[in-house]
């Protein structure tokens, strides 16, 4: 992939302050196809695909919480006489594990996806 970006990208000075340079990919494509191609490429491996990832990872983590949780607060417990259910207070903290790990989820995914939109934007601009 390197080799690639270094047949892309290239140093070139500024037309009028010739101490600046810069590394731009300024007719680097054959035509505009293939630039649009290559920028929706880059775009889709650099925002959403790592998106997709991040969202599927913790949806499957919060899936796994959820039905554990839901496991431990249905449990009853077997005695000679027959079984009992757990009490409701033990509930409580499993009930606020799951909103919590559901807003750090939210929040997670969020940031990564507001924090990377401008320069998703910015790609196909």
């Known amino acids: 992939m390197s080799r690639f970006k270094a047949l892309v990208f290239r ?3 500024h037309p009028t302050v010739p101490d600046f340079q810069q590394c731009v990919s300024f007719d ?3 035509n505009q196809h293939q630039e649009l191609a290559y920028n929706v490429t880059c775009l889709f491996a650099m925002y959403f695909f ?3 990832v991040i969202t599927v990872c913790y949806v499957c983590i919060f899936w ?3 039905t554990n ?3 431990i607060s249905g449990k009853s417990v077997s005695t000679g006489t027959g079984r009992i ?11 606020r594990a799951r909103r ?10 969020s940031v990564f996806a507001f924090c990377w939109l401008p320069y998703a934007t910015m790609t196909l601009w």
């Open 11 to 13: 140093v070139m000075h």
């Open 28 to 30: 680097a494509f054959s």
């Open 50 to 52: 790592p998106l997709v």
């Open 64 to 66: 796994e919480i959820n």
């Open 69 to 71: 949780s839901k496991e």
């Open 85 to 95: 259910q757990l009490r409701r207070s033990d509930q409580r903290p499993l009930a």
């Open 100 to 109: 919590r790990t559901l807003r750090m989820t939210v929040t997670i995914v």
